[in-house]
T-cell receptor
């Protein structure tokens, strides 16, 4: 499985945008880029995913580099509730028949009031 | 509301006393899975199930059993718990395993084995 690299931690001020980077230089053509987050004392929660094009949903935006070797999760206006560990995960939809999501260490986002 | 429900949320037990952690989903999902989360090791898959009566081992299946008699339920069984199974456990479900599949997780079960 291709690996992802994320900063261990980031800080943001409330109501400001947050850009969470992820490097995946060994990504294959069949890997989808997924983002999940885990709030304190809760299970992981799906945020967004994409393959090649940038994606937007009600929670966030995902910007994917043209060569797909990196991506950025964008929270447009951080709130205190967005403080969580954010995981960037690659899923090979062709060969992955276990459904397993490989969670790395993620980025711990702290949001300051 | 679409959800994955785990019970109990917290459990303290002693070595060797059989226990079951239940997991139920209300989304008619075919795929279900169990993970354990440990500090420094992230989430690791224990077992998964593609559909009723179809289960298979994940990365860390030793000491665990599962069953899938109904689509909605996927219990995790520890026949003889040991202290190294003290962990935070998550159940997940998904409607399909295509590349863009979304997985839904339960709130977790924190298990302590003394």
């Amino acid at each position: 499985d291709a690996k992802t690299t994320q900063p261990n931690s980031m800080e943001s001020n409330e109501e400001e945008p947050v850009h969470l980077p992820c490097n995946h230089s060994t990504i294959s053509g069949t890997d989808y880029i997924h983002w999940y987050r885990q709030l304190p004392s809760q299970g992981p929660e799906y945020v967004i995913h994409g393959l090649t094009s940038n994606v937007n949903n009600r929670m966030a935006s995902l910007a994917i580099a043209e060569d797909r070797k990196s991506s950025t999760l964008i929270l447009h206006r951080a709130t205190l509730r967005d403080a969580a560990v954010y995981y960037c995960i690659l899923r090979d939809w062709v060969s992955s028949n276990t459904g397993k999501l490989i969670f790395g260490q993620g980025t711990t986002l702290q949001v300051k009031p | 509301e679409a959800q994955v429900t785990q019970n109990p949320r917290y459990l303290i037990t002693v070595t060797g006393k059989k226990l079951t952690v239940t997991c139920s989903q209300n989304m008619n999902h075919e795929y279900m899975s169990w993970y354990r989360q440990d500090p420094g090791l992230g989430l690791r898959q224990i077992y998964y199930s593609m559909n009723v009566e179809v289960t298979d081992k994940g990365d860390v299946p030793e000491g665990y059993k599962v069953s899938r008699k109904e689509k909605r339920n996927f219990p995790l069984i520890l026949e003889s718990p040991s202290p190294n199974q003290t962990s935070l456990y998550f159940c997940a479900s998904s409607g399909d395993l295509a590349g863009g599949n979304i997985q839904y997780f339960g709130a977790g079960t924190r298990l302590s084995v003394l």
